[in-house]
C-alpha cells in the first residue's frame, strides 16, 4: 500500500482525509460571487474536469479513485494518504497515463524551492518533537509525508499521533508547500 502526502489540505486531514480531485485546466481554479462567466466559472470547470479525471480513473481499473471536493484541485498525495490506493501499481501508474490529457496541474506535485525545503526540513524535526520520533528528512522532490516510512504510522494509535503533531506543525507544513 502507499499512503503518500506532499500538499496536505488542511493539515488537520492529512491523516485521514482521501478526497479530491480536480484537473483539466492549468489556469488556476478561482471563486467568484459575480454569478457570470467570471472567475467563479474557472471553479467549476475545474470540478467538472475533476469528476471527468476521476471517472477516467475509475473505468481504467482503480474503482476507489475519489471524487472531487469543493474546490476540484488535489495532488496525488491527497487521493493516496489514508487509503487502500498504491500509487505505485501497474494499474494505477496505467491508468494514470490513459487519463493524462484530464490530470489537473500539479497533480504529481513537483520539486519545493530552497526555502520551502528549509521549511520542510523544520516541520519534520517539529513533529518527531511533537511525538513521531520515526518521522524522517523530507527529500526535496518527495512527499512531505509519506506514511509508508514512517513504522510508528501502521501502530494502532499511531495515525492519530500524527495527524496530532501535524496540527500543532501546520505553519510549517505550509510554509514547505503544504496547502489547506
Do not use: W, Y
Not at 485546466?25 to 462567466?37: L, Y
Amino acid at each position: 500500500m502507499n499512503r503518500r502526502l506532499q500538499c496536505p489540505a488542511g493539515l488537520a486531514l492529512i491523516a485521514t482525509v482521501a478526497v479530491i480531485s480536480g484537473c483539466g485546466s492549468n489556469a488556476p481554479a478561482t471563486s467568484s460571487t459575480d454569478g457570470g462567466g467570471g472567475p467563479g466559472a474557472n471553479t467549476t470547470a475545474a470540478v467538472q474536469n475533476g469528476v471527468r479525471f476521476s471517472e477516467c480513473m475509475r473505468s481504467n481499473g482503480v474503482p476507489s479513485f475519489p471524487d472531487p471536493g469543493a474546490s476540484g484541485s488535489f495532488t496525488i498525495d491527497e487521493v493516496a494518504n489514508g487509503t487502500a490506493l498504491d500509487t505505485s501499481s501497474p494499474t494505477f501508474t496505467q491508468a494514470l497515463e490513459k487519463c493524462k490529457s484530464l490530470e489537473p496541474a500539479g497533480f504529481e506535485g513537483g520539486t519545493r524551492s530552497t526555502q520551502q525545503q528549509s521549511a520542510a526540513l523544520q516541520f519534520a524535526q517539529c513533529i518527531r518533537a511533537n511525538g513521531v520520533s520515526d518521522f524522517p528528512d523530507p527529500a526535496a522532490d518527495q512527499p512531505l509525508v509519506d506514511t509508508n516510512l514512517i513504522p510508528s504510522a501502521a501502530t494502532s494509535s499511531g495515525m492519530s499521533i500524527l495527524n496530532a503533531a501535524m496540527q500543532k506543525c501546520a505553519a510549517l507544513g505550509e510554509a514547505a508547500g503544504a496547502h489547506r
